[in-house]
């Protein structure tokens, strides 16, 4: 599944959902690199 994840205040990373840690945060693989960071809520459709 497609993930978006939130690293740092100004740097979205886009990538595959590789697992989930306990304090909340996500992993995400882009090619061979792989990300943790907080997972960029949905926006709601008004």
Do not use: N, W
Not at 34 to 44: E, I, L, N
């Amino acid at each position: 599944m497609l993930r978006t994840i939130s690293v740092g205040s100004c740097v979205s990373i886009q990538g595959l959902l590789v697992g989930q840690m306990a304090d909340g945060k996500i992993m995400v693989k882009v090619d061979e690199k792989t990300f943790v960071g907080y997972p960029v809520t949905r926006a709601k459709a008004s």
